[in-house]
């Protein structure tokens, strides 16, 4: 089992930065990937990024590319999601998951741990 607690969502105008964290507790953590998804209210879930707790192997969403940017703190079981140059279409409820394997899918039902999320508003 593992357990996901998102942190630092909030409200920010067009342009600015957010970062939110992910604290995991569990067995195995470090054979997991770790990622974000998003929702908008009437929307599919959208994968935004994940990344193996080695840091390397990171994947993007075309959305985000450039401006995001997702990275680990083993020390802290923590996943932080950097998001610069905000737009007003990134506002959503970001979703911290995690899965167990090397694989690093797009496809929100690869993940089967989620965390109960973290709204992010931006203003335009």
């Known amino acids: 089992q593992v357990q996901l607690v998102e942190s630092g969502g909030g409200l920010v105008q067009t342009g600015g930065s957010l970062r939110l964290s992910c604290a995991a507790s569990?067995?195995?953590?470090?054979?997991?990937?770790m990622g974000w998804f998003r929702r908008v209210p009437g929307k599919d879930r959208e994968f935004v990024a994940a990344i193996s707790w080695s840091g390397g192997d990171a994947v993007y969403g075309n959305s985000v590319k450039g401006r995001f940017n997702i990275s680990t703190d083993i020390a802290k079981n923590t996943v932080f999601l950097q998001m610069d140059s905000l737009k007003f279409e990134d506002t959503a409820v970001y979703y911290c998951v995690a899965r167990s394997g090397s694989a690093v899918p797009t496809q929100s039902g690869a993940y089967a741990y989620w965390g109960q999320g973290t709204q992010v508003t931006v203003s335009s």
């Open positions: 569990g067995s195995f953590l470090m054979s997991y990937i």
